[in-house]
């Protein structure tokens, strides 16, 4: 059974940092891509960064220059280091894993809250 658990959520003022990692389990997770997704109020899920298996990184246009994804397969685990945020990137942020080795499909993390105040 895939599991993945996001920490490190919170509430930051603009221009501050908050980093968020999430635990992945029940799959070889060094063989599968893994991201994050985020959602604001009366938005559609979005892109914020996504990282291959070979460590190749992807970013959505609003994040790029600001967030870094990462990858500790020794850990199973995947996070994402957000530096000068903003208010507009205040939404629940999702851990995703394309799972494509053991398993097949994409895998969802609870979602973890950032806000952002101004």
């Known amino acids: 059974q895939v599991q993945l658990v996001e920490s490190g959520g919170g509430m930051v003022q603009a221009g501050g940092s908050l980093r968020l990692s999430c635990a992945v389990s029940?799959?070889?997770?060094?063989?599968?891509?893994a991201g994050w997704y985020r959602q604001a109020p009366g938005k559609q899920r979005e892109l914020v960064a996504i990282?291959?298996?070979?460590?190749?990184?992807n970013y959505g246009d609003s994040v790029k220059g600001r967030f870094t994804i990462s990858r500790d397969n020794g850990e199973n685990t995947v996070s994402l280091q957000m530096n000068s945020l903003k208010p507009e990137d205040t939404a629940v942020y999702y851990c995703?894993?394309?799972?494509?080795?053991?398993?097949?499909?994409?895998?969802w993390g609870q979602g973890t809250q950032v806000t952002v105040s101004s």
């Open positions: 029940g799959i070889t997770f060094r063989l599968n891509t």
């Open positions: 990282i291959s298996s070979g460590g190749s990184t």
């Open positions: 995703n894993l394309q799972a494509r080795s053991e398993w097949y499909g994409d895998y």
